[in-house]
């Protein structure tokens, strides 16, 4: 509503009606981009690069985090350095990236890696030093190998710690990958929102970021969510008992 009111005391040029932006996203979905690719192209080269970048940093966070947690020497050797990657502002370390690693896939994953993989670890390590000790040694007691222990004891006192690491690890790789396209990286839903803001073309900006907002809160309430939901549905088996 508020956007629609700000149009029209606007230029179209600056800020087009939401109604233009919607007709604009439609022709998007049907109709070939510049180059011959079409908006499904984009999208799907987006989310390969955030599935493949976000993946990478949650099992190396997952891991270092597990080992700090676990071994008092780990913990001590890299405390200093987590603070040190937790603390550069993420715009920075995408400039560095590129810098480093050139407009190439490297570079973006590094960028995820070196923003997102620092969170992941503190949750992981603070999680695993929080574990019910008497648990384990419970599980010990009795004879329960590896597997059991990591399915049964681990893993369930794990998990909030991992669910609250992988939302916020999901959401930043999101925007660090669509940064890292629009900085230069060749295609990608980041590399039309710089394209079209070249050609000073708000309509089509506009629709591309409503077109990423959209997909964010697809995945964000329609697989997420749903994870979440069973993951936890224990709790309210428990809660029903109760």
Same mark, same amino acid.
């Given at each position: 509503?508020?956007?629609?009111?700000?149009?029209?005391?606007?230029?179209?040029?600056?800020?087009?009606?939401?109604?233009?932006?919607?007709?604009?996203? $439609?022709?998007?979905?049907?109709?070939?981009?510049?180059?011959?690719?079409?908006?499904?192209?984009?999208?799907?080269?987006?989310?390969?690069?955030?599935?493949?970048?976000?993946?990478?940093?949650?099992?190396? $966070?997952?891991?270092?985090?597990?080992?700090? $947690?676990?071994?008092?020497?780990?913990?001590?050797?890299?405390?200093?350095?987590?603070?040190?990657?937790?603390?550069?502002?993420?715009?920075?370390?995408?400039?560095?990236?590129?810098?480093?690693?050139?407009?190439?896939?490297?570079?973006?994953?590094?960028?995820?890696?070196?923003?997102?993989?620092?969170?992941?670890?503190?949750?992981?390590?603070?999680?695993?030093?929080?574990?019910?000790?008497?648990?384990?040694?419970?599980?010990?007691?009795?004879?329960?190998?590896?597997r059991m222990l990591l399915l049964k004891v681990y893993v369930p006192q794990l998990m909030p710690y991992l669910?609250?690491?992988?939302?916020?690890?999901? $959401?930043?790789?999101?925007?660090?990958?669509?940064?890292?396209?629009?900085?230069?990286?060749?295609?990608?839903?980041?590399?039309?929102?710089?394209?079209?803001?070249?050609?000073?073309?708000?309509?089509?900006?506009?629709?591309?970021?409503?077109?990423?907002?959209?997909?964010?809160?697809?995945?964000?309430?329609?697989?997420?969510?749903?994870?979440?939901?069973?993951?936890?549905?224990?709790r309210r088996s428990f809660s029903a008992a109760l």
């Open positions: 509503m508020c956007w629609w009111i700000a149009s029209l005391f606007t230029s179209p040029e600056v800020l087009p009606s939401p109604f233009r932006v919607l007709r604009v996203m $439609g022709q998007i979905l049907v109709e070939e981009g510049p180059e011959g690719n079409s908006a499904f192209f984009h999208i799907g080269i987006t989310l390969l690069r955030i599935m493949i970048a976000f993946v990478a940093a949650m099992l190396a $966070g997952i891991a270092i985090g597990l080992a700090m $947690g676990l071994r008092r020497t780990v913990e001590h050797a890299l405390m200093s350095l987590i603070p040190l990657f937790l603390t550069i502002p993420t715009i920075l370390m995408v400039f560095l990236a590129v810098l480093w690693f050139g407009f190439s896939e490297t570079g973006s994953l590094v960028a995820v890696m070196a923003v997102v993989a620092p969170f992941v670890t503190v949750n992981m390590a603070e999680g695993t030093k929080a574990m019910d000790k008497s648990l384990m040694d419970m599980a010990k007691s009795f004879r329960a190998n590896r669910m609250s690491a992988f939302r916020y690890a999901f $959401g930043m790789t999101w925007k660090i990958v669509a940064l890292a396209e629009t900085f230069g990286i060749k295609f990608g839903i980041g590399y039309m929102f710089f394209f079209w803001f070249e050609n000073f073309d708000m309509e089509q900006v506009l629709a591309w970021i409503l077109l990423f907002v959209i997909l964010m809160l697809v995945i964000e309430y329609g697989v997420i969510a749903r994870f979440e939901r069973r993951a936890f549905a224990w």
